[in-house]
Nanobody, 119 residues
Framework: QVQLVESGGGLVQAGGSLRLSCVAS????????MGWYRQAPGKQRELVAESTTGGSTNYADSVKSRFTLSRDNANLYLQMNSLKPEDTAVYYC???????????????WGQGSQVTVSS
């Protein structure tokens, strides 16, 4: 019912920048939150940055001052500057939303975008 399409991953040298985009489409009544998570090989998926409908934006300590999250309705962007090799991971777009006024909050994930930062 809800589809998330990501774009913008790739290979970059340390200190470089990348911008990830996520477009949510389908039957969305209201969005509770949209965010980016990442998962490095052998590690658990972790929150990178999240925007809530209440207006707050939360960042992982490891990316504060380097990454900037922005959102335009159901479109989500992550500007990543000063990238480090430890930022290498698959990045996933996440949305928590209701598809009708009466439905519970459901969670959807994008297909994942590989970000590789070389030293």
């Amino acid at each position: 019912q809800v589809q998330l399409v990501e774009s913008g991953g790739g290979l970059v040298q340390a200190g470089g920048s990348l911008r990830l985009s996520c477009v949510a489409s389908g039957r969305i009544f209201s969005i509770n939150s949209m965010g980016w998570y990442r998962q490095a090989p052998g590690k658990q998926r972790e929150l990178v940055a999240e925007s809530t409908t209440g207006g707050s934006t939360n960042y992982a300590d490891s990316v504060k001052s380097r990454f900037t999250l922005s959102r335009d309705n159901a479109n989500l962007y992550l500007q990543m500057n000063s990238l480090k090799p430890e930022d290498t991971a698959v990045y996933y777009c996440n949305v928590r939303c209701r598809v009708t006024a009466w439905s519970p909050v459901l969670e959807y994930w994008g297909q994942g975008s590989q970000v590789t930062v070389s030293s």
